[in-house]
């Protein structure tokens, strides 16, 4: 007898994704998006992060826009600021400093 394995859906992706980002690295939602093979739902992978049922293991913090600016996150822009500083990455004015320095474009 075969096993049927039920596909994933796109929030289970987009966690398995963001899982994978390394302390001291971030990534962008439009990253995760194409990484999951939905290069234009970077909105859908914000929303799907905002769900994350899984956080800290699924480190959801790590996912800033792709400008830079860190973005939304369930406990407020302060909170996920200080995860990010305490993780070694510079924030200044909302903004990370040195986006490509950080960066974790992994698979």
């Known amino acids: 007898m075969a096993f049927r394995q039920t596909p994933l859906s796109f929030n289970e992706k987009v966690w398995r ?12 939602y439009a990253l995760i998006a194409r990484l999951i093979g939905n290069p234009r739902s970077a909105r ?39 995860l990010l500083r305490k993780e ?9 400093t040195s986006l490509s320095t950080y960066l974790y474009a992994g698979r």
């Open 17 to 28: 994704a963001t899982k994978r980002i390394p302390k001291g690295k971030i990534s962008t």
């Open 44 to 82: 859908a992978v914000g929303n799907a992060l905002n769900k994350n049922p899984f956080a800290p293991v699924v480190p959801c913090h790590r996912v800033v826009r792709s400008d830079g600016v860190i973005g939304g996150f369930a406990s407020g822009t302060a909170k996920k600021s200080a």
């Open 88 to 96: 070694g990455i510079p924030i200044t004015n909302g903004k990370v």
